[in-house]
Nanobody, 124 residues
Framework: QVQMQESGPALVKPSQTLSLTCTVS??????????WSWIRQAPGKGLEWIAY???????VYNASLESRTAISRDTSKNQFTLQLRTVTPEDTAMYYC????????????????WGQGTQVTVSS
């Protein structure tokens, strides 16, 4: 049973960098044919995919966020991390990490495990 847990600050000031970590247990982030995504949901809005890193470390970003986003991993800790730079109040959201299967298709049905989410508020 894979478990995923997000961690990071609940409150970030505008223009700062948000850093979130997802710790994975019960499965390796280097397991073949999986990718590991960050996804968010702003208040009153739908899910928005942010980025993924796959089992060989390849990264892909949502074009609308790519200029401010970096995803990385620490295989020794079985963790992957999101950095979102120059945040604004529009980045206030519940942030989730999730595991996707197979080839990335931006289809929510491809995700089989999710973290519980961590609420991030951007405010001065």
């Amino acid at each position: 049973q894979v478990q995923m847990q997000e961690s990071g600050p609940a409150l970030v000031k505008p223009s700062q960098t948000l850093s979130l970590t997802c710790t994975v247990s019960g499965g390796s982030i280097t397991s073949r044919n999986y990718y590991w995504s960050w996804i968010r949901q702003a208040p009153g809005k739908g899910l928005e995919w942010i980025a993924y890193i796959n089992y060989i470390g390849r990264t892909v970003y949502n074009a609308s966020l790519e200029s401010r986003t970096a995803i990385s991993r620490d295989t020794s800790k079985n963790q992957f991390t999101l950095q979102l730079r120059t945040v604004t109040p529009e980045d206030t959201a519940m942030y989730y990490c999730a595991r996707g299967m197979g080839s990335f298709g931006n289809n929510w049905a491809d995700y089989d495990y999710w973290g519980q989410g961590t609420q991030v508020t951007v405010s001065s």
